[in-house]
């Protein structure tokens, strides 16, 4: 009785959005105390990376606390318009923010990560609605206007594209009028920032290839290697014991979640095919790998499950605290 007790807590929405305020608390915590230390680099091919976007410290946390608060009611809005999840959950809310604080130096700097982390997200949020409808064609043009428009800044949304080309495929809307909307969507920004004289073509450039793991020391390295290790292995688990529960979905449920699986597989791929830019996609992978796991606990909800979601909590929560001390 007392297991089944705590297990239902763990799912409430209460329960989430309060450790999702305890790791807000602890990035305070973490950027007030000085151990942040600034993302170097620019990466744009012709407008600047976000990470360079704003001078003053404070109003640059400020904004990437407004981005994870977007992320998460982006996460609630998946789950209430398009029941990703199929059961009443929020612990998703509460892996979400214990993922970011675990990896502390990205969850307080406004960067690129945050931005892919919101334009992605909303991304999905407008293709899941889009399955079988022959209107989805002005959905399927600001996808790919948002991804093209801020490769701008990082040439880390350019991976997206095709992602999201298959994703139309997934929902059952790929056809020549999606396909020349895509199109259209990729060129429209460019053609605007050239046309208005936002930017020329001598501002279009290859980015500065620096690995990321330059400006930070040997034991943050590993640290950081660590902690996406295990929430890329947290969320290859979750998939793979979420495989046979999905089958027995109908079509459209079928289609949403493999259309959220194939995004978040292609995150891991660009993570390890482009390894000097890994922490754009931190965030990104935190958000797929709370889904997934917030999916599987959701869906086989026994008595004890509360002591794998109190588990996870601890070693995000231990890797946050193993920052502040290394």
């Not at 020391?217 to 902690?227: A, N, Y």
């Not at 289609?255 to 990104?284: E, F, H, K």
């Amino acid at each position: 009785m007392q297991a089944a007790f705590f297990t239902r807590i763990m799912h409430t929405r209460g329960f989430g959005l309060g450790v999702g305020i305890i790791a807000f608390l602890a990035a305070c915590f973490y950027f007030f105390g000085g151990y942040a230390e600034n993302i170097p680099g620019d990466r744009g091919l012709a407008l600047p990376s976000a990470n360079e976007w704003f001078a003053n410290t404070y109003v640059d946390f400020g904004a990437a606390m407004g981005g994870a608060v977007a992320a998460m009611i982006i996460l609630l809005l998946l789950n209430k318009v398009h029941n990703v999840l199929r059961s009443m959950t929020s612990v998703y809310i509460a892996f979400f923010g214990a993922m970011m604080a675990a990896t502390a130096n990205l969850f307080v700097q406004f960067y690129t990560g945050t931005v892919l982390l919101i334009i992605v997200a909303l991304s999905l949020l407008l293709i899941l609605g889009c399955y079988r409808d022959v209107k989805a064609t002005p959905r399927v043009y600001l996808i790919f206007l948002l991804l093209s428009g801020f490769a701008a800044t990082q040439y880390c949304f350019i991976f997206y594209l095709p992602v999201f080309l298959i994703a139309c495929a997934q929902m059952r809307i790929f056809n020549g009028r999606t396909f020349v909307a895509a199109m259209l969507g990729i060129i429209t920004p460019w053609w605007i920032m050239l046309g208005f004289g936002i930017i020329t073509l001598s501002d279009i450039h290859l980015p500065q290839l620096i690995s990321v793991f330059a400006g930070i020391g040997p034991e943050d390295t590993v640290l950081l290697l660590i902690t996406v290790g295990l929430t890329a292995l947290l969320f290859l688990t979750a998939l793979v014991l979420n495989l046979m529960k999905a089958i027995a979905y109908n079509a459209r449920s079928r289609a949403v979640n493999g259309v959220i699986s194939i995004t978040a597989l292609a995150t891991i791929v660009a993570m390890c095919a482009d390894y000097r830019n890994l922490i754009a996609y931190v965030p990104l992978l935190d958000f797929f790998a709370a889904l997934q796991a917030a999916h599987y606990l959701s869906t086989h909800r026994v008595d004890k499950s509360y002591i794998i979601i109190a588990v996870i909590l601890v070693i995000y929560a231990a890797l946050f605290v193993c920052q502040t001390v290394m």
